[in-house]
């Protein structure tokens, strides 16, 4: 899957560089499940400074990110999993096709705008 990084986002890429993978916390966390664990976690603090009450996951915000796009961003259901990267029951079809990914990169702005418009989030990078 290839999609653009939006430029707000960035500042984390660079925050977190890693010295020989593309990210540094390949250097701190060895398993998917422990990565999945610490993003909980820190999801988990953010939540207790913004007051949130529920319990947020990573899982919440793939939840999130689609119901916007679908509910607010007028996204067809066949696009947003195409964005989640599900499987689709044309997958020997799909071998055949020199996938285009842009229509992900347009949907992740609309959602993106969508949020920070209607919102009084910031991005935070520190």
Known sequence: MEITIP???MPLFDK???A?????FSDKICSENGFLKSIDMGLKEVATIAKVKENITTYTFR?????IAQNDCGAST???GFA???A???RVTEGYINKDF???DKLNVKVIDFVFKNSKATVLVA
């Open 20 to 24: 020989n993978k593309l990210f540094s």
């Open 63 to 67: 939840h999130s990110w689609a119901t």
């Open 102 to 104: 842009s229509p992900i």
């Open 84 to 86: 989640l990267n599900h």
């Open 16 to 18: 977190y560089k890693g």
């Open 7 to 9: 430029e707000c986002i």
């Open 78 to 80: 066949e696009l947003v």
């Open 88 to 90: 689709s029951a044309h």
